[in-house]
């Protein structure tokens, strides 16, 4: 089975305009990454049974900390450059970024040392305005952003 993974972008309406969280991946690969290295809260499907909705929920829970409530839109799935599926639902809220808390993994680091260090999953997460989104995320992941503008209509100034 190719790999599958489910999130959820939460978006906010600030001063009028649309805001998309995104979050930063965590370890010292992406450490000094930034244009094309953001993503939404996402996390991999574990085997075919599971409930991609569910999984998004859980997968925005522990990487964010924060529990998503609401009218969930879902914006259909799109396939990354190394081949991975991608459902999103979006749903509107807030939340302090400053208070992101993120589950962890374990890596071998520096590479061949024989040590093991621990590092978040994601190590920040910020609100951007769309323009500013389609660059910082995933390029494969930019067209749900593109579809959550067109199911949030807002004002042109």
């Known amino acids: 089975m190719a790999k599958v993974s489910a999130g959820l972008l939460l978006y906010r309406i600030q001063d009028e305009n649309l805001e998309v969280l995104l979050v930063h991946s965590g370890g010292p690969f992406w450490a000094k990454k930034d244009l094309g290295a953001w ?5 991999e499907v574990v085997n075919d049974t599971d409930d991609y909705f569910e999984t998004a929920k859980r997968e925005f829970n522990e990487e964010t900390g924060f529990l998503p409530e609401g009218n969930f839109i879902p914006l259909g799935s799109v396939k990354q450059k190394g081949g991975k599926t991608v459902y999103a639902w979006a749903i509107e809220g807030d939340c302090d970024t400053a208070l992101l808390k993120s589950n962890t993994f374990t890596m071998e680091w520096p590479p061949r040392s024989g040590k093991r260090q621990e590092f978040p999953e994601v ?3 910020e609100f951007f305005s769309l323009e500013t ?3 910082k995320i995933n390029p494969a992941q930019a067209e749900f952003i593109s579809r959550l503008e067109e199911k949030i209509p807002m004002k042109q100034n």
């Open 39 to 43: 993503s939404i809260p996402k996390g």
């Open 133 to 135: 989104a389609q660059q």
């Open 123 to 125: 190590d920040r997460a």
